[in-house]
């Protein structure tokens, strides 16, 4: 089993930035591969970004390449989210989740392990 607790949501203006953080604790965190997803209202949840557990392969959806960063910190169980050039476009509720090392993709079925969300709003 593992826990994941997000953090760093909140309100920022069109072209700021935001940093989100996923804590992780239980099962061995170095082993997971982890992502982050997105759900705004009324629509699907959708991937964001992966980062495989070694080797620092990541993965990131057409809409945030070149403006998010996917990172970790294996030492401190830690992934982190830095979103720049924020769009209004990319308010919606954060997840952090975790799949299994052999899988790295898009398909949040194949992740075992979801965060409680944390929301980010981007004004416009």
């Known amino acids: 089993q593992v826990q994941l607790v997000e953090s760093g949501g909140g309100l920022v203006q069109a072209g700021g930035s935001l940093r989100l953080s996923c804590a992780a604790s239980?099962?061995?965190?170095?082993?997971?591969?982890m992502g982050w997803f997105r759900q705004a209202p009324g629509k699907e949840r959708e991937f964001v970004a992966a980062?495989?557990?070694?080797?620092?392969?990541?993965l990131y959806a057409d809409s945030v390449k070149g403006r998010f960063t996917i990172s970790r910190d294996n030492a401190k169980s830690t992934v982190f989210l830095q979103m720049n050039s924020l769009k209004p476009e990319d308010t919606a509720v954060y997840y952090c989740?975790?799949?299994?090392?052999?899988?790295?993709?898009?398909?949040?079925?194949?992740?075992?392990?979801w965060g409680q969300g944390t929301q980010v709003t981007v004004s416009s």
């Open positions: 980062h495989k557990w070694s080797g620092g392969y990541t």
């Open positions: 239980g099962r061995t965190f170095t082993t997971y591969t």
């Open positions: 989740a975790a799949a299994q090392s052999y899988y790295v993709g898009v398909d949040p079925r194949n992740y075992n392990y």
